[in-house]
């Protein structure tokens, strides 16, 4: 989005030196610095480039707050924070910096709906180990199963397993997830969470855990449904034209806003 506006130079922090990449930065002489996920350096960003707007775009998973002295510091510098899940929003703005707080959501796919009980179909890419088969068997009841196409790198067996084997492309993935009944979420937390938002836009409900940025987005019986570890009640999924077509029109005005916000 920014590079219809600019010539946007990315550097990936993990792939240089502290000094490395304060020399990188100074010789592209930049109007705006936008650092992802990781906050500026005091040292080497805030009190290099001091008259260079800045902006911070947090991540919920993984955020630590700042000690006070950084927000003090990130406070009188004038930082910005573009933030996209509601906590973000809330952290940011409370300790004094200038927030905007966005939804991002893809442009939705247009799929006929069919009301439908139980059993369900679903889709499950297992990404880590605190969202488990086992997990997932005890909040939807095997009764309410009628099929999981699972990919994953852990073992696990179940009668109702269809395995999906090696990397799916973003094609394949679209086309396993218009043709189940539900779509469950990989992570416990997400900073943005492409891979349910696009099971969404593609007119299927999700199943995530109740956190964000999943609870942003997910009305429990009408796109999907929120779990800890007790049972949900599952019921047909709902047709979510509706909703969904109401979050893409909140991020193409959130769009405008954050070319506003970072001075285009």
Not at 163 to 172: A, H, T
Not at 210 to 216: E, V
């Amino acid at each position: 989005m920014l590079s219809e506006e600019a010539s946007v130079v990315v550097f990936r922090r993990e792939e240089h030196s502290s000094w490395d990449l304060f020399r990188k930065i100074r010789q592209e002489k930049p109007d705006l610095i936008l650092f992802f996920a990781t906050p500026p350096s005091f040292f080497h960003h805030i009190l290099r480039f001091p008259l260079t707007p800045k902006i911070f775009v947090p991540m919920y998973d993984g955020f630590r707050p700042f000690k006070a002295l950084k927000e003090n510091l990130f406070r009188f510098f004038g930082l910005k924070a573009l933030c996209f899940s509601s906590p973000m929003a809330e952290y940011h703005t409370q300790i004094g910096l200038k927030t905007l707080s966005v939804r991002y959501f893809p442009k939705p796919l247009s799929k006929e709906f069919h009301a439908k009980t139980g059993p369900y179909t679903f889709f499950f890419w297992q990404r880590n180990k605190e969202i488990t088969l086992s997990l997932i068997r005890s909040v939807i009841g095997d009764e309410n199963i009628n099929k999981i196409f699972y990919r994953s790198e852990f073992d696990a067996n179940a009668p109702f397993l269809e395995r999906v084997d090696g990397w799916l492309s973003k094609e394949e993935l679209q086309e396993v997830v218009q043709k189940v009944d539900f779509v469950i979420a990989p992570r416990t937390q997400e900073g943005i969470g492409m891979a349910f938002l696009e099971a969404l836009a593609a007119g299927t409900p999700v199943i995530a855990y109740d956190d964000h940025t999943m609870k942003d987005y997910i009305t429990p019986g009408l796109n999907g449904y929120l779990f800890k570890e007790k049972r949900i009640d599952l019921s047909p999924p709902k047709d979510i034209t509706a909703s969904n077509k109401a979050f893409y029109d909140r991020w193409v005005e959130d769009r405008l806003k954050i070319k506003s916000f970072v001075g285009f």
